[in-house]
């Protein structure tokens, strides 16, 4: 959903030059990866049910390790990207690193990338959507703060 909103905001802008062949290599490998994210952890539910009840924990915990893997792989992809884009192709690549890192909740990675969405646009309304969102990782923050000194 939030993916669609950026393409949007950020085609509406001019036409932009041809995208760096070493960002669409890496958004295609993080899309890859992704998809075997999915992929894996659907497998792992279809053999945890037709295992025997004392070895489905152990099948789904599998699942859930290579699954990780290749979230981790994901966001190892999009900074590699990153790294390569320039302009508003940078921009949509750190939205989307900011969403990955929210999901994963490392809120403080999601708080730095929103952040530097809202410096780095000119767009009035993706400015308006990072600022939110930063607010949100902030608050997430400030709530594991106060769970962590209760502990």
């Given at each position: 959903?939030?993916?669609?909103?950026?393409i949007?905001?950020?085609?509406?802008?001019?036409?932009?030059?041809?995208?760096?062949?070493?960002?669409?290599?890496?958004?295609?490998e993080?899309?890859?990866?992704?998809?075997?994210?999915?992929?894996?952890?659907?497998?792992?539910?279809?053999?945890?049910?037709?295992?025997?009840?004392?070895?489905?924990?152990?099948?789904k915990?599998?699942?859930?390790?290579?699954?990780?893997?290749?979230?981790?792989?994901?966001?190892?992809?999009?900074?590699?990207?990153?790294?390569?884009?320039t302009?508003?192709?940078?921009?949509?690549?750190?939205?989307?690193?900011?969403?990955?890192?929210?999901?994963?909740?490392?809120?403080?990675?999601?708080?730095?990338?929103?952040?530097?969405?809202?410096?780095?646009?000119?767009?009035?309304?993706?400015?308006?959507?990072?600022?939110?969102?930063?607010?949100?990782?902030?608050?997430?923050?400030?709530?594991?703060?106060?769970?962590?000194?209760?502990?």
């Amino acid at each position: 959903m939030i993916g669609r909103r950026i393409i949007l905001l950020i085609s509406s802008e001019c036409r932009a030059p041809p995208p760096n062949p070493a960002v669409s290599n890496s958004i295609k490998e993080a899309q890859q990866q992704a998809t075997l994210a999915r992929k894996t952890l659907k497998e792992g539910e279809k053999n945890a049910a037709a295992a025997k009840v004392e070895d489905r924990a152990a099948i789904k915990e599998q699942a859930k390790i290579k699954y990780m893997q290749y979230k981790t792989n994901v966001i190892q992809h999009f900074l590699k990207a990153e790294k390569h884009a320039t302009g508003n192709e940078k921009l949509a690549i750190q939205m989307e690193l900011a969403q990955k890192y929210w999901y994963s909740q490392n809120y403080r990675l999601c708080l730095e990338y929103y952040t530097r969405v809202a410096e780095g646009t000119d767009q009035i309304y993706l400015r308006k959507e990072a600022l939110m969102h930063v607010s949100q990782c902030q608050n997430k923050i400030a709530d594991t703060d106060r769970n962590d000194t209760r502990e």
